[in-house]
T-cell receptor
Framework: DAKTTQPTSMDCAEGRAANLPCNHS???????VYWYRQIHSQGPQYIIHGLKNNETNEMASLIITEDRKSSTLILPHATLRDTAVYYC???????????????FGKGTKLSVKP | DTGVSQNPRHKITKRGQNVTFRCDPISEHNRLYWYRQTLGQGPEFLTY????????KSRLLSDRFSAERPKGSFSTLEIQRTEQGDSAMYLC???????????FGQGTRLTVV
């Protein structure tokens, strides 16, 4: 699976959009970009995933660049409860091997401030 | 759907003792994963099951660790002869298939004294 690079930490004002970047320059054609977050002392929580197109759900939007070498997770109106570590993960969907296993990095610690 | 359940939530044990953790995945989820997380680090993959078959084990999973998933339902993770370095949060996750999101439990926090 391709590796990802994320900033160690970010701050965001409550009510503003939080834009979390992720670089995955070695991503291959069959690899998806997944985002999870982990609130303190809880298990990771799925947010969103995509392959090529931008995606949106009730939690967030995922913007993937045309060359797929980077992506941005957008929380449109951050709240204090969005304070967490956010993980960007690239996963292969090929059969066999480690396909589907989540390989976490250190993620980005997002602090939403009042 | 009651989510992924892990028991116990906390476990304190003396070095050298054996411990066993249990994970009950979301019903009908075929894939089940075990992860370990130490302070300040992201979760590290240990092993995963497709139904009852253990398909992959990380090099982190030493011979003191063993995981089972009898009948493809709940899973257990046993650590024999615990060491202080085994102190960590042990997370379980399940998913319906490879292309769907994984749901994590709250974890079992192990402290080896």
């Amino acid at each position: 699976d391709a590796k990802t690079t994320q900033p160690t930490s970010m701050d965001c004002a409550e009510g503003r959009a939080a834009n979390l970047p992720c670089n995955h320059s070695t991503i291959s054609g069959n690899e998806y970009v997944y985002w999870y977050r982990q609130i303190h002392s809880q298990g990771p929580q799925y947010i969103i995933h995509g392959l090529k197109n931008n995606e949106t759900n009730e939690m967030a939007s995922l913007i993937i660049t045309e060359d797929r070498k980077s992506s941005t997770l957008i929380l449109p109106h951050a709240t204090l409860r969005d304070t967490a570590v956010y993980y960007c993960i690239v996963i292969s969907m090929n059969y066999g091997g480690s396909q589907g296993n989540l390989i976490f990095g250190k993620g980005t610690k997002l602090s939403v401030k009042p | 759907d009651t989510g992924v359940s892990q028991n116990p939530r906390h476990k304190i044990t003396k070095r050298g003792q054996n411990v066993t953790f249990r994970c009950d995945p979301i019903s009908e989820h075929n894939r089940l994963y075990w992860y370990r997380q130490t302070l300040g680090q992201g979760p590290e993959f240990l092993t995963y099951f497709q139904n009852e078959a253990q398909l992959e084990k990380s090099r982190l999973l030493s011979d003191r660790f063993s995981a089972e998933r009898p009948k493809g339902s709940f899973s257990t993770l046993e650590i024999q002869r615990t060491e202080q370095g085994d102190s960590a949060m042990y997370l379980c996750a399940s998913s319906l298939k490879v292309s769907t999101e994984a749901f994590f439990g709250q974890g079992t926090r192990l402290t080896v004294v």
